[in-house]
């Protein structure tokens, strides 16, 4: 059974830096998005990034993410990261990776960030 495994969460202080990775258990093929999703408490969990894949041509961030989240894959190896810079308060959330084949859609178990001085 396919798991994606989320790394890289923490505690950091407003304006900091973190960078999630998310690999997949085992290989898995025909992958064509891959991509991060967050979900704040008493909220619903929302669209971060996504990338297709292969190729990095064409990313997509949420608004509130441009210019300061920048999301990375190599589906080769199946892994997906995230670098998040000028990171704020309201950017805490449990993070999750997704990857998107055909006919699969494949979660991780999410990873905490909290930006708090």
């Known amino acids: 059974q396919v798991q994606l495994v989320e790394s890289g969460g923490g505690l950091v202080q407003p304006g900091g830096s973190l960078r999630l990775s998310c690999a997949a258990s085992?290989?898995?093929?025909?992958?064509?998005?891959m991509g991060w999703y967050r979900q704040a408490p008493g909220k619903q969990r929302e669209f971060v990034a996504t990338?297709?894949?292969?190729?990095?041509?064409?990313?997509n961030y949420a608004d509130s993410v441009k210019g300061r989240f920048t999301i990375s894959g190599d589906n080769a190896k199946n892994t997906v990261y995230l670098q998040m810079n000028s990171l704020k308060p309201e950017d805490t959330a449990v993070y999750y990776c997704?990857?998107?084949?055909?006919?699969?859609?494949?979660w991780g178990q999410g990873t905490q960030v909290t930006v708090s001085s």
């Open positions: 997704r990857m998107l084949t055909k006919g699969n859609d494949y």
């Open positions: 990338i297709p894949s292969p190729g990095p041509t064409y990313t």
């Open positions: 085992t290989r898995i093929f025909g992958i064509y998005t």
